[in-house]
């Protein structure tokens, strides 16, 4: 019979691999630091599940724990996990032979498009949204890919859904917003849908629920929608799968 001490090291052994194995199901740059502060942890948690609700600024105290999630590869990481998911399910649909009428939403800002490079000049979102400053960012038409959603966008397209962008930014934005898409690789979208003057106003939530009705009495079957806002998915004429991607930077009501 083993002694209690000899039990004790297989135990400790066991604990031991069983940890390594966990530790390895995770990137690296994924997991939580430890001298990381679990409450803005548990603010980013609230926001992103939109137990938050409505909220104007990062806290103050996790203006830093924001730069270290955009600066350490864990929002990468994060927006790689939410594409994934979403293709899963795209490949889950039985997209209508000769059909053409299954179609997947997409955001622009901080979905297809990343303002990144903006928003570190900016506080990271800490600082008030300013409406001049952005569009002169806007317009330089620099935004950058977010590598994942160009992924998943190839990816939905090829399946055979039609592919419509949804995006709050105005109508006068339309040239250099639909240069900036090609130029981060994007193509083939069947409808770019911007703010028009009917549409200055209202929250976004309305507004975008109005433009995927307009797409469901066309006869469009919503089967995917991709944003990075709440508001960008929630309302009516939902789709059947919405996904959320993270930003901790700003909330759009």
């Excluded at 009428?101 to 000049?121: I, Q």
């Excluded at 797409?215 to 059947?240: H, P, T």
Aim: charged share 25%; proline share 4%; hydrophobic share 40%.
């Amino acid at each position: 019979m083993a002694s209690p001490t000899s039990i004790l090291s297989l135990l400790l052994l066991a604990a031991v691999v069983s940890s390594a194995e966990v530790i390895r199901m995770y990137p690296r740059e994924h997991l939580v630091r430890l001298d990381s502060d679990p409450e803005c942890e548990s603010w980013k948690f609230s926001v992103e599940v939109n137990a938050a609700g409505s909220w104007s600024s990062i806290p103050r105290p996790c203006v830093s724990f924001v730069q270290d999630y955009f600066n350490t590869g864990r929002y990468l990481s994060d927006s790689i996990s939410v594409a994934s998911y979403s293709e899963n399910f795209a490949l889950s649909v039985n997209v209508a032979d000769g059909d053409g009428m299954d179609a997947w939403v997409f955001d622009v800002d901080e979905t297809l498009l990343s303002n990144l490079p903006y928003y570190k000049d900016n506080g990271f979102g800490s600082e008030p949204y300013n409406e001049t400053s952005f569009n002169e960012w806007v317009y330089k038409g620099l935004a950058p890919v977010l590598p994942a959603s160009l992924t998943l966008y190839k990816r939905v397209k090829k399946l055979g859904f039609k592919i419509f962008i949804l995006t709050g930014r105005a109508e006068f934005q339309r040239a250099i917003t639909e240069q900036n898409l090609i130029d981060a690789g994007y193509s083939g979208w069947e409808k770019l849908i911007l703010r028009g003057h009917q549409d200055e106003g209202k929250k976004a939530t309305l507004y975008k629920s109005e433009k995927r009705d307009e797409l469901v009495k066309q006869g469009y079957r919503i089967q995917g929608n991709s944003g990075d806002q709440w508001s960008d998915l929630m309302g009516f004429a939902l789709a059947k799968r919405s996904f959320k991607l993270p930003n901790p930077m700003y909330y759009v009501s």
